[in-house]
């Protein structure tokens, strides 16, 4: 890379890398662009893993295991999955399933797995071997929901999209949020690291393979884990680890322009800025390896970029979507590190209706002789409250560095001897005796989306004494559809009147293009009252935090609606219950609301004139992107 390729900020961030701890496999599907050579060959180095963790870049937030089959090696998948868990990181593991025709085996190893820290897991599907039998997918997605670990498919071409709605069938999941991708052929590096999204640019389209550097146990740093890319492809290796640390190599990676056009406009572009032809009838990864495997092209296309300060400004500035991309919660800044702020601890603690319902509760629960546990302290506001309740000792685990000002919190109060402060992730968090009380607030705007489920499966399991109280025991979500007018509305109506004389209407399709975006995911609104609602609000769903608990794969309501309604989404928002008798509602109401009301849009907006009966359909999950919804009017006669 040459000097004039760098910047002094970061085009991208890393927060993603794939380790492939070796490329052993037994399946031997036919169509695997692993070289059968290198299928047989072991390169396991531990140097290499020492190297890897020794230099974590700041900020990563997950690593995945693939290449080969990791299930194939498994006291191996095992050490990496504990060792990625003690990093701070979320692990992954991509499988193409076969270690489960062994049951007994499979479920052994399942559960050692997410003993160990394993947090999700993507089953390999292809269209060119034998499929699994539906009883054993089943079996394995009921193991996977009772352990806390997600799993999703992935799969090549329409007949893997016939198998996966196969295994969806039998297991009772939803298709749309099971389906973590699904490509045509034609576009496959692998079927372990497929990606449906798109960025569209000059004659290409953006790849996200430059976003999630892979890593060889022989050390090598390669932008891409499709193997047979990386014949005479220099401009794919990033580095070796055992050369220098790896946050160094992915640091000076992102502040090379020809990835950044790689990832934003992706190979049949780069071949365009050098100069050449397109390559009718190729797939992107062929274009990728005929241009990146030419020095010639690879050098023209820096020059390209070097000599035009515009085309620079574009990529750096577009570039800044991969943090979005990159990051699981499409959209928002990392959940641990918005937690570790004062402003968001301000929003918490200025929410006098949550926290002074915890406080009556904590002081109405809590008894002498207790150990309460504060699984996410934060400040420490709910651990002073239990230590000034009376309870013998109180343990605030908190994963961020905010824990040093919960630990000054209570100097302050003259609490410290009675609180132990823990700094630790909750998943991996071990205590030398069980709490008698879970104290917790690890409840999302989106209910789901800070990890609340596996979250408290793995603490009541582990480290909640049996009939131990916990605090809140249940979550209660309410719907009414509502007439709430929308950012992306209010600006179209702003862009259709005059302004100062002149017409701006042209405005409305750039507005709409900036923020249409919103359309299609829920969002976090603030109402002050229930004005816009258009009937009164349904109870569809409750969770009981006391027993074991699985996601609904679909939550229905039905409303009616009076004559002339117009609805343009559903607002939600859900009853926080901490005792039998006190509880906090998120709903709209005036003042400080940290959760604020979940708004889901319609396609476009529904008139009843005549009134009618709505049908809505809502298939959530953990992460607000991946949430589905249907809405359905039926007029009155």
Known sequence: ?????????????????????????????????????????????????EAIFSSMPTGLRSVTLSGGEPFDAPERLLALVRRVSDSGCDCHAVTNGRWIEDPARGRELLAEAAQRGLAGLALSVDAYREMLSLESVSSLVRDCQRHGVEIVFKGVGRASRRMIERYCDAAGLDFDLAVQSISDLERAGTAASLR???????????????????????????????????????????????????????????????????????????????????????????????????????????????????????????????????????????????????????????????????????????????????????????????????????IAVERESIIDQAREAARRAGLAEKIDFVQQDAMRLELDARASVLVHEQIGCYLWDEGLVPKLARARRDLLEPGGRILPFRIDLFLAPCAHRSELEAGLDFWAEPRYGFDFRHMAQRHFAELSWKAGRPLVIELDDESCFLAEPALVHSMDLRAEYITPDRIEARFSLQPGAECTGMCGFFRVQLTETISFSTGPRPGPNNFGQIFIPCARRIRAPQGGELRFVLCPARLPEHWRWEFQLQEAS
């Open 196 to 394: 449906a999204d798109r960025i569209g640019g000059p004659r290409g389209e953006g790849c996200f393979h430059v976003a999630e550097p892979a890593i060889y146990m022989d050390g090598s740093v390669l932008i891409c884990c499709s193997v047979h890319l990386f014949q005479g492809c220099d401009a794919l290796l990033l580095g070796r680890v055992l050369d220098e640390p790896l946050d160094a190599i992915l640091d000076r990676a992102s502040r090379d322009f020809l990835l950044a056009a790689l990832a934003f406009l992706g190979p049949r572009a780069l071949r365009w800025l050098a100069g050449r032809r397109a390559m009718p009838g190729r797939s992107s990864c062929r274009v990728c390896m005929a241009t990146l495997g030419d020095p010639a092209l690879v050098a023209a296309a820096r020059r390209k970029i070097a000599g035009d300060r515009a085309l620079r400004r574009d990529l750096a500035g577009r570039s800044m979507l991969f943090s979005h991309f990159l990051d699981r919660e499409i959209q928002q800044e990392p959940i641990a590190s918005r937690y570790a702020t004062a402003q968001e601890h301000q929003r918490l603690l200025a929410d006098e209706l949550r926290t002074g319902a915890y406080r009556k509760a904590i002081e109405s629960v809590v008894r002498p002789g207790d150990t309460v546990l504060d699984l996410g302290c934060g400040v420490g506001i709910l651990a002073l409250f239990a230590a000034r309740a009376g309870c013998r000792r109180v």
């Open 1 to 49: 890379m040459t000097d004039a390729m760098l910047t002094d900020e970061p085009l991208f961030r890393y927060r993603t890398i794939t380790l492939l701890p070796s490329l052993l496999c037994k399946a031997r599907c036919p169509h695997c662009c692993i070289p059968l050579e290198m299928r047989t060959r072991d390169d396991y180095d531990p140097r290499v893993i």
